[in-house]
């Protein structure tokens, strides 16, 4: 059990010290990843930005995920999903391009209008604050991989452990502290998991 983001995010750095990480840029998934992806880049040095995606809704049930999408377009599709709900590909088209549109504007409000840190080459971590389905973290990951990191590692407090076996082969590493059986929804493992606005996330992007 977490106190909060914050000690999630302590938490975590010490354990990636602990592994001998190395990272070059920490790439948070907003909002909620920004208040544990600040301890982590400090400790290990590293600049801190973002990478935003977001899911796809199912056309009957718009908070059900059958995919993400990056803010650069990189898409993750549950494909048995997809296929049990008989989405057609006329949907699947127009809800991908809405959604990459609305993460543009979400990256460009965090970055201030700036693009995605230099990737070329460069150890990158990403972290959230914890992984249920795993969409969003997957479309995040095949942008960093597209905007070609040498190495990309996944660090989260907690996942279920299906949606992390999943992940392993989206990134070179992934590092969850807990992976408990009775996995429901990431918030049962903070004690504070209430909701992170927009001005606080930025602050966290100051430099420190």
Not at 96 to 110: G, M, S, W
Not at 167 to 177: G, R
């Amino acid at each position: 059990m977490f106190a909060n983001r914050s000690d999630a995010g302590d938490r975590l750095a010490a354990e990636l010290e602990d592994r001998g990480i190395e990272a070059d840029v920490v790439l948070g998934i907003p909002r909620g990843a920004l208040p544990v992806a600040r301890p982590v880049a400090d400790a290990l040095g590293a600049d801190l930005g973002v990478v935003v995606a977001r899911k796809l809704g199912a056309p009957s049930n718009p908070e059900l995920a059958i995919g993400a999408v990056a803010s650069d377009g990189s898409v993750w599709l549950n494909d048995d999903l997809v296929d049990r709900l008989g989405v057609s590909e006329s949907y699947l088209e127009d809800v991908r391009e809405r959604e990459a549109a609305n993460a543009r504007k979400k990256a460009d409000r965090y970055r201030g209008g700036e693009p995605l840190p230099e990737l070329a080459g460069k150890r990158v971590v990403v972290v959230d604050d914890g992984v249920a389905t795993g969409a969003t973290a997957i479309a995040c990951l095949r942008q960093v991989r597209e905007a070609g990191a040498e190495r990309v590692v996944l660090a989260i407090p907690v996942g279920a452990p299906d949606t992390i076996a999943a992940l392993e082969s989206e990134a070179d590493e992934v590092i969850a502290l807990v992976a408990p059986g009775n996995f429901r929804a990431v918030g049962q493992f903070y004690r504070d998991f209430g909701q992170v606005t927009d001005e606080e996330a930025v602050g966290y992007l100051e430099d420190r």
